[in-house]
């Protein structure tokens, strides 16, 4: 991400933080919250780089120290990636040893860390965090985001200054994954996240793609009748998903085309014709069938049965009452 990207995708954030340099007060921590289609990384990048800028001011991508940051090889910045997984305690204590001693061998006068999704943290790992912040060391910059800031602990979000993105329209993600993806997973991911990076990851997992073909026959199926998707979906318990991200991812893709079907979104998609007529006939079995979703995603740590959910799902679309 270039200063121009960064005034075009969060202009707020631009007049803010141009303000802020050019007035000399760089925050010893800042959070960047906002929904899941923000461009978390791209723009705590762009904020990280700007630190160290040889110009002062944002980044201008040309200097030396901006071009280490863009080759990945600058000696003054941790990344740690909390978006598939917990922060442990043991991440944080790394982050206050590689800044002791990187400040004594390299006698740096800026750094900075990065913690993706730091609602993520365990609350050992918060409670450290909390005491390294407390303690601030000289010219070391926390940057934390979070696309749930109502699951960070609130001592942790009163110790940063909060920073409110503004999430891509998903019809930009989705233009975006087009151009080398099947529209359907497009459609999919156009609501997952905001970063390049994660969507070309997730784009080519092997895992996620089984669970958009489920969930593409499910969505086709709907427009055979409500009997022909449950069968569909009863079908679909017998795949050979790996394991229980898949599970989830599923679930997530069913529960995007019900939201979508409830609110009358998404239309820009493959699916417009089906969102358009099951949502107008069918909006309260689509808001069982979402909250059902969410339910059990929520409890995936529970060992859920992928086929008892499914079983569920297929119940209440044979239901005549809804």
């Not at 906002?34 to 461009?39: E, H, I, M």
């Not at 990048?45 to 001011?57: D, N, R, V």
């Not at 069913?254 to 699916?271: E, H, K, M, N, W």
Request: proline share 3%.
């Amino acid at each position: 991400m270039d200063e121009k990207e960064f005034e075009v995708t969060q202009p707020k954030f631009h007049r803010f933080l141009s303000h802020a340099f050019k007035q000399g007060r760089v925050s010893q921590a800042y959070m960047l919250y906002g929904s899941p289609r923000c461009n978390f990384l791209e723009t705590s990048h762009f904020l990280a780089k700007s630190l160290f800028c040889q110009k002062g001011g944002l980044a201008c991508g040309t200097c030396q120290e901006c071009t280490r940051f863009d080759q990945n090889v600058h000696p003054d910045f941790l990344e740690v990636d909390g978006f598939g997984g917990n922060v442990k305690k043991g991440d944080i204590e790394n982050i206050r040893d590689f800044f002791a001693m990187s400040s004594v061998e390299n006698g740096t006068k800026r750094g900075a860390y990065l913690i993706s999704e730091c609602g993520n943290m365990t609350e050992e790992a918060a409670n450290s965090l909390l005491k390294f912040l407390e303690e601030p060391a000289l010219g070391i910059t926390a940057i934390l985001t979070t696309s749930n800031i109502e699951g960070v602990l609130p001592t942790l979000v009163s110790r940063c200054e909060t920073i409110k993105l503004e999430p891509l329209p998903r019809e930009k993600v989705f233009a975006y994954l087009s151009k080398n993806q099947a529209p359907e997973l497009s459609y999919f991911l156009s609501d997952y996240s905001g970063d390049k990076e994660r969507l070309d990851k997730i784009a080519n997992d092997e895992g996620y793609r089984t669970s958009v073909a489920l969930a593409n026959d499910f969505i086709l199926s709907m427009g055979q009748g409500r009997q022909a998707a449950a069968f569909t979906l009863l079908n679909a318990a017998a795949a050979d998903l790996p394991g229980s991200q898949c599970y989830n991812w599923f679930y997530g893709n069913v529960s995007r085309f019900l939201g979508d079907a409830i609110a009358q979104t998404g239309l820009f998609g493959p699916y417009g014709n089906v969102i358009k007529a099951f949502g107008l006939k069918h909006k309260r079995l689509a808001g069982m069938m979402a909250t059902f979703l969410a339910e059990s995603i929520r409890m995936s740590g529970a060992n859920l049965s992928f086929t008892g959910v499914l079983a569920q799902l297929a119940q209440m679309l044979l239901r005549k009452d809804l």
